[in-house]
């Protein structure tokens, strides 16, 4: 592995007869230093015989080395940051302290972004590109919201949005969310979507558990749903929710493997010994 620090000031020293000391100092334009590259590295480097192989460079890189070489990536390498967020009640994906605002038909959903240099991209469940702002930076605390993803405040705050997250948590959902309307008519959608927020530390599955297990008790609260949760579930990773995903997807794809029988195992054994 070549020391690039190593490397330019040898050029530098070679090249511009620059010393130790005015190397700490210098301002060279890239070009220059690229144009002092390409020269060593045709007329010093490649020419000049190796102490260790015993052999020119250039030779043996033609010899040995240059078919194996793979060609560069078409694209250049994604350094994105890519995670999972639950959108939260009030329609916004928080990241770096600032929040981006979504659909409110994707509320308390779990959601994809990609956060560029200077762009965030939100991705669907199903990896559709449903809003995109500009990065704002880390620290900065504020609220970036595209103009169509406005609703009133009744809407913003009321069950209609999240009515069919909610049901989709399963079988029980329904029944639950009727106790709910009737024990709190004005406040039924924020315990909706605070149950729906439960989903960024518990699988779907242990809330629909705990839904049933307060159906019992008639606790319509979204309280209560996340206390059954700390006392009866396991809280989990968001990013567990991804491998989640590929595993079902792999399933579907891959053959269904089975455990061989241990007698095969042993007459294989005495062929081989046979």
């Not at 007869?17 to 060593?40: C, D, P, Q, V």
């Not at 009727?178 to 959608?189: E, I, S, V």
């Not at 924020?190 to 989903?199: G, V």
């Not at 297990?213 to 206390?227: C, F, N, P, T, V």
């Amino acid at each position: 592995m070549i020391n690039l620090d190593h490397l330019i000031l040898f050029t530098l020293k070679a090249v511009y007869r620059i010393s130790i000391k005015e190397y700490g100092t210098i301002f060279l334009k890239k070009r220059r230093i690229a144009k002092a590259f390409r020269w060593w590295l045709r007329e010093k480097s490649d020419p000049h015989l190796h102490d260790t192989t015993g052999r020119i460079v250039i030779e043996l890189f033609e010899e040995q080395e240059k078919d194996a070489l793979l060609p560069l990536p078409a694209h250049p390498y994604d350094c994105s940051e890519v995670a999972l967020r639950v959108c939260s009640a009030e329609g916004f994906i928080e990241f770096e302290t600032n929040f981006y605002s979504v659909p409110f038909a994707f509320i308390a959903d779990i959601l994809a972004f990609k956060a560029t240099e200077r762009e965030v991209f939100i991705y669907s469940p199903e990896l559709k590109l449903i809003a995109r702002h500009e990065r704002h930076p880390a620290g900065e605390a504020k609220r970036v919201e595209e103009p169509g993803h406005h609703l009133t405040p009744q809407s913003r705050y009321g069950l209609e949005p999240v009515r069919e997250a909610f049901l989709a948590l399963g079988e029980a959902a329904p029944d639950f969310l009727a106790g709910l309307k009737h024990r709190n008519p004005h406040h039924c959608g924020f315990h909706a979507r605070f149950i729906l927020r439960l989903k960024e530390y518990y699988h779907a599955d242990d809330i629909h558990a705990a839904l049933r297990h307060a159906l019992r008790y008639q606790a319509y609260d979204g309280k209560a749903i996340e206390r059954i949760l700390k006392a009866r579930a396991t809280p989990r990773p968001l990013e567990s929710h991804r491998v989640e995903q590929a595993r079902a997807v792999l399933q579907k794809v891959l053959p269904k493997i089975t455990q061989r029988e241990l007698s095969e195992y042993c007459l294989l054994f005495s062929k081989k010994k046979g």
